[in-house]
């Protein structure tokens, strides 16, 4: 079981797993709460573009993608909040354009397949101790966020308008926020790549709603459940011999699936003996 430690890049691999686990369902759950799911997938595309940047200009692709992918974010809120185009035809473009971008730019560099298909899919067993150093930088100052600024960020995500009436910095944490997000992405993209980078903001916080109560309660209980998720889906990979984000990802989904099954179950028998109480209930009730 403990083999895998002896490899030093299943260690570095194992670290950067914890990390995406941690840092993506913190910054999810706030995308969850304002109904933008799909926010971490425009990330991704735009990111895209960023990496293929950096193949052109022989620079650090992750450097660049964070660049990039930051601009989009402030690019995408500043078209939502001020232009009139809506949150979702911002994301639209967003996607079209990122794919687009990042085709086009690969195609100039002349990079190869292999080169985009790990920033792609992921390639948690390449990640070196430089990747490490930034991943865990990174991820840092994403909990540093999400965490210090979770009061003012609930109400952001809970009721915008209330919130601004309140005397909230709402364009502010617009822009804190968005940027955020595009960093989890650029930190998620080495472990489950730029394509599934969403599903691991998303999944762990859809499966914690279903038993949690509070916000604060569905956040840290998503976090947990995104950390163990990396780990056992990083842990299988090695001993299944396949890709550890798309393990990630489909035991993110498995472990979703499970806990709805079982809630939903849990639900119905409280139903079922909520009216088999009331029957009971009524002989004694009724009038002689």
């Not at 620079?59 to 909040?81: C, D, F, K, M, Q």
């Not at 730019?105 to 430089?130: D, K, R």
């Not at 990396?230 to 842990?235: D, K, M, P």
Request: with cysteine.
């Amino acid at each position: 079981m403990f083999e895998l430690l002896s490899y030093d890049f299943m260690v570095r691999a194992l670290i950067g797993a914890l990390l995406v686990g941690v840092t993506a369902p913190a910054v999810g759950v706030y995308l969850v709460q304002r109904r933008m799911s799909l926010m971490g997938d425009g990330m991704g595309h735009i990111a895209l573009t960023g990496v293929a940047l950096g193949f052109l200009l022989g620079t650090a692709p992750v450097l660049t993608a964070i660049v990039v992918t930051a601009l989009g974010a402030i690019a995408l809120e500043l078209i939502r909040s001020l232009g009139r185009t809506s949150g979702d035809v911002a994301l639209a473009i967003m996607f079209y354009g990122g794919i687009a971008g990042g085709v086009l730019l690969i195609g100039l560099a002349h990079g190869s397949n292999a080169s985009l298909s790990s920033y792609l899919f992921g390639s948690l067993l390449t990640t070196s101790p430089e990747d490490l150093m930034l991943i865990g930088a990174l991820a840092v100052a994403v909990l540093l966020v999400t965490l210090a600024l979770r009061p003012w960020l609930f109400a952001l995500c809970h009721d915008e308008e209330f919130a601004a009436v309140s005397g909230v910095p709402v364009r502010v944490l617009n822009l804190v926020l968005a940027v955020t997000a595009a960093v989890t992405v650029t930190v998620a993209m080495r472990a489950v790549g730029l394509l599934l980078v969403s599903a691991l903001m998303i999944i762990p916080v859809a499966t914690v709603q279903q038993v949690a109560g509070g916000f604060l309660k569905t956040l840290l209980a998503a976090i947990g459940l995104g950390a163990v998720v990396a780990l056992s889906g990083s842990v299988g990979s090695f001993y299944l011999d396949t890709a550890p984000g798309a393990a990630i990802v489909v035991l993110a989904i498995l472990v979703f699936l499970v806990v709805s099954a079982v809630s939903g179950l849990y639900r119905q028998l409280l139903q079922w003996n909520q009216r088999r109480r009331g029957h009971g209930r009524l002989p004694s009730d009724s009038p002689a």
